[in-house]
């Protein structure tokens, strides 16, 4: 694993703009932009947001949630905010043509003045797939191809590619946005899967660790966990003769802060600013260099409730 820490360590927020069906909420626009905006004037670095059409997450008691469409909520976060990261964590490359898909990217880059991250990945929700009308096999396959448009349209501006399910041909992206290589790439998934990591060696510019438990035989997030979730990154970019250095990782956390509803099977952390502190500066010293922090429900008072802890690791 690399064993150089990140030079800045990263605290951004997930925005989960979805039902709630056990307390039949809702959130509403101006809710979602009022919490966003609190917490960049608190300092949080990145705001990322899923992109679902509706989310049937495997926990036990869930049900089948819908969704505010992923893209329409960057671009309006983007206009609205100045400072923040806006990041997708992350947009399923299937249900969007991957040349229009780059071209979204870049306008939205656009508008953020150069804060977008564009994360990426195959999707994994049957239902939406089944609900929506898009095709659920060879989701790896069609991944792929899709980034074989994606990439070289936002760093070269220019592609031209025919596959089994995309083709883009002679396809420019023209005007381009704040950054002449497009916004940076992150590819989403667990370490399990081992092609799934060779694309991101081969594609990305961040890697990041889903919200869930990839090492059966370790403790879930503990140090071992994580730090062999890195050798099997840094073994991914080793076999195509990638630097390790180069791919900067980054993590998604659950954290569940007092008085909100807890969610004891999910590994979350909790306690004091002191003990959710010093849980997350254990992806610093694993060597992430953002944490993507999961909290219970997207309002002011959240992130409000998290700043204590937020300091702490600024601190630190």
């Not at 609205?80 to 898909?101: D, K, S």
């Not at 883009?168 to 092609?195: F, H, M, N, T, V």
Request: a negative charge; charged letters at 25%; hydrophobic letters at 40%.
């Amino acid at each position: 694993m690399t064993d150089t820490q990140p030079d800045e360590f990263g605290v951004g927020f997930l925005l989960m703009p979805t039902e709630n069906r056990a307390r039949g909420t809702v959130p509403r626009w101006a809710e979602l932009l009022a919490t966003v905006r609190h917490a960049e004037a608190l300092g949080y670095d990145s705001v990322w947001l899923p992109d679902h059409l509706i989310i049937d997450i495997p926990r036990p008691g869930a049900q089948p949630e819908g969704a505010w469409e992923g893209w329409s909520l960057a671009a309006a976060l983007a206009a609205a905010t100045e400072r923040i990261g806006i990041g997708m964590l992350v947009t399923c490359t299937a249900f969007r043509n991957p040349a229009l898909l780059a071209k979204m990217a870049d306008t939205v880059d656009e508008i953020s003045g150069g804060r977008l991250i564009l994360g990426l990945g195959a999707g994994w929700c049957k239902l939406e797939f089944d609900m929506f009308g898009y095709p659920f096999d060879h989701r790896v396959s069609r991944f792929e191809e899709a980034l074989q448009i994606v990439a070289p349209l936002l760093r070269d501006g220019h592609v031209d590619f025919q596959g089994t399910y995309y083709e883009a041909r002679d396809c420019e992206l023209r005007p381009r946005g704040p950054r002449p290589g497009g916004p940076p790439i992150l590819i989403g998934s667990s370490s399990k899967g081992e092609r799934m990591l060779g694309l991101a060696a081969r594609y990305a510019d961040v890697w990041n660790r889903d919200f869930d438990a990839v090492n059966p035989e370790c403790e879930p997030y503990s140090m071992a966990d994580l730090t062999r979730s890195q050798a099997k990154v840094d073994a991914a970019c080793a076999a195509i003769g990638r630097d390790p250095a180069t791919l900067k990782r980054t993590v998604g956390v659950w954290v569940d802060l007092p008085d909100l509803p807890q969610r004891s099977s999910w590994n979350a952390l909790r306690g004091t600013p002191e003990q959710i502190a010093g849980g997350l500066l254990t992806y610093r010293d694993a060597g992430y260099g953002e944490v993507q922090v999961w909290l219970q429900e997207p309002s002011v008072a959240a992130v409000e409730a998290f700043a204590p802890a937020l300091e702490l690791v600024r601190r630190s």
